[in-house]
């Protein structure tokens, strides 16, 4: 499949024409290792949680999909890794320690992370928006919210306190 195929099908891909393979993997490798340290800490506190193998897994998936060029898969992959990141902090955040609320939190950003390097990467190319829309507006629009900047400025003061 060719990057300009899967903008049309996924918002992963409004990064896909933007980039190189090279940048976009190391960019997204990163982004991918603060959702494993955040997994790696919430391990130690429920180590019996399966839902925490299963987004370091996606993770893991994800990372190896994007730089192997597999961006259809990779799609998927991270719409599942959204919302299962999505159910633990669900789950878990209510009666956690402040302990476990930093690293549920880390996986939060992880995925803002990748939504951001992704999105940030399409704004230079607004037809790969415009095909990415038609084709998956649920998907962009998702990509959109996690990327906001307005969060992203909240986020970063709520670290300054």
Do not use: H
Not at 74 to 84: I, M, P, S, V, W
């Amino acid at each position: 499949m060719n990057r300009r195929t899967f903008i049309g099908a996924s918002a992963a891909g409004l990064a896909g024409i933007a980039i190189t393979e090279s940048c976009g993997g190391k960019s997204v490798s990163g982004a991918v290792t603060v959702i494993l340290g955040g997994i790696a800490e919430l391990k130690l506190i429920y180590p019996n949680l399966a839902i925490l193998e299963k987004i370091a897994k996606l993770g893991a998936s994800f990372n190896n999909e994007w730089v192997a060029g597999k961006f259809d898969s990779a799609r998927t992959t991270f719409e599942a890794l959204d919302k299962a990141v999505l159910q633990v902090i669900s789950d878990l955040q209510i009666n956690a320690s402040p302990q476990a609320k930093l690293a549920l939190a880390s996986l939060g950003v992880g995925v803002r992370l990748i939504a951001a390097l992704i999105f940030n990467q399409a704004q230079s190319q607004p037809g790969a928006m415009a095909t990415a829309q038609a084709g998956a507006p649920k998907t962009v629009d998702r990509v959109k919210q996690l990327a906001n900047a307005a969060d992203a400025d909240w986020i970063l003061r709520a670290t300054q306190k």
